[in-house]
């Protein structure tokens, strides 16, 4: 893939889910034990291309930034999308499980973020099912429908 295309494609990513971010941000869904990040959808987008990898990685991190995330927010958050990124590429073979990684990464990752970093009352497994919930719809559900939407188009966008 040539460089440029790379780093077009991946902040092209980035600018998108840091832009669904806010809308969900202002709707209140962004951030706390119950989060309806519509830019979750996105994380099946490494199926299609390694630059959504650092795409999604850059994007929820300045996401975060400006969503008034803690700083623990900011760097885990990050990278339990980074890692739910680099899982779903490596899946790509199988539609069906592109949104299965960045469903676990958060979901095991994020709670922890709700109870230490926010002190948030509640269990670790009430956090892990109310992020599993979030990202089961976001991800799962809104995600495999854009895989699946796009999935005819892809040769031509990505």
């Not at 990898?53 to 623990?72: E, H």
């Not at 990464?105 to 009352?121: K, R």
């Amino acid at each position: 893939m040539r460089k440029s295309l790379f780093i077009t494609q991946g902040a092209l990513i980035a600018a998108l889910y840091v832009a669904l971010t806010y809308v969900a941000n202002i709707a209140g869904l962004a951030n706390g034990a119950i989060q309806l990040r519509i830019s979750e959808a996105l994380t099946v987008l490494p199926y299609f291309t390694p630059a959504a990898i650092p795409g999604l990685f850059i994007g929820c991190l300045i996401a975060n930034l400006l969503t008034d995330g803690v700083l623990a927010n900011i760097i885990v958050g990050s990278l339990a999308t980074l890692i739910g990124a680099v899982g779903t590429r490596l899946l790509r073979k199988n539609k069906w499980l592109a949104a299965v990684p960045p469903i676990l990464s958060n979901t095991i990752i994020v709670p922890f973020i709700l109870m230490f970093a926010y002190h948030f009352p509640g269990s670790y497994f009430y956090f892990a099912f109310t992020v599993f919930i979030g990202e089961f719809i976001t991800a799962g559900i809104f995600g495999t429908v854009l895989l699946l939407a796009i999935k005819s188009r892809a040769p031509h966008l990505f």
